[in-house]
């Protein structure tokens, strides 16, 4: 059983940066492939990056390819999330989720394979 905790989000103006986390509990957290999704009022969770268990591998939707970074440290059971140049459309309620098996393609934004959830934290960005 993973436990996830997502933190960090809030109000930021268009262009500025935010830094969601996600904290595991579990000791498994490190066999875990990791993922970021968002869910914007009215609209489908789409998928926004995910990584391998080690890090080696990340994955990131077009939409945010050279705004957002994901990484993780296993030692301390965190996946981060680094938001830069954030646009209005980026607004929506982010959250993390692990699978067990490892995706290639356009398998990493099937939902249907996170098997844990966190409940969410909310990004608004302002224009």
């Known amino acids: 059983q993973v436990q996830l905790v997502e933190s960090g989000g809030g109000l930021v103006q268009a262009g500025g940066s935010l830094r969601l986390s996600c904290a595991a509990s579990g000791r498994t957290f490190i066999s875990y492939t990791m993922g970021w999704f968002r869910q914007a009022p009215g609209k489908e969770r789409d998928f926004v990056a995910g990584?391998?268990?080690?890090?080696?591998?990340?994955y990131y939707a077009d939409s945010v390819k050279g705004r957002f970074t994901i990484s993780r440290n296993n030692a301390k059971n965190t996946v981060y999330l680094q938001m830069n140049s954030l646009k209005p459309e980026d607004t929506a309620v982010y959250y993390c989720?692990?699978?067990?098996?490892?995706?290639?393609?356009?398998?990493?934004?099937?939902?249907?394979?996170?098997?844990?959830w966190g409940q969410g934290t909310q990004v608004t960005v302002s224009s």
């Open positions: 989720a692990a699978r067990r098996t490892f995706p290639v393609g356009a398998d990493w934004g099937n939902s249907n394979e996170y098997v844990y």
């Open positions: 990584i391998s268990w080690r890090g080696g591998s990340t």
